[in-house]
């Protein structure tokens, strides 16, 4: 919040900012009620900066479960499992790729009519 302030006066009026939540701010889970506060404010943030900032648009990607290298600390095994149950989870039914997310984020930095919206690339993770 405070570097998106601090730096506004520097992006040009048709400029943006994309910001990260994640599907727990979307998604109730036991064991994630950190995650989830932190997830959910900033979408909150998301919608109260592109208010204060416009015309500069702000938006957020809220990416599911993602083969990024994130989970590689479960072991094979475990990220095996992780993995299998994720996708039985979510609509798309399967895990999603960085490439998908870094998609997301050109898509929210280049389309000059979007601002004030948390992207949901999670597969339909949220909505099961």
Request: hydrophobic share 45%; no cysteine.
């Amino acid at each position: 919040m405070m570097l998106a302030k601090r730096f506004a006066a520097q992006i040009n009026r048709d400029g943006s900012f994309v910001l990260f939540s994640g599907f727990p701010a979307f998604k109730i889970n036991v064991g994630f009620l950190g995650v989830a506060i932190t997830d959910g404010a900033v979408d909150f943030l998301t919608r109260s900066l592109a208010v204060e900032l416009a015309p500069i648009r702000v938006n957020a990607i809220s990416p599911g479960v993602i083969d990024s290298g994130a989970w590689d600390s479960l072991g094979e095994q475990g990220k095996r499992d992780h993995f299998g149950n994720a996708s039985r989870t979510n609509l798309a039914q399967r895990i999603g790729t960085a490439e998908e997310v870094a998609d997301a984020v050109l898509f929210a930095m280049t389309n000059t009519f979007l601002s004030g919206v948390t992207l949901k690339v999670d597969g339909g993770q949220h909505l099961t």
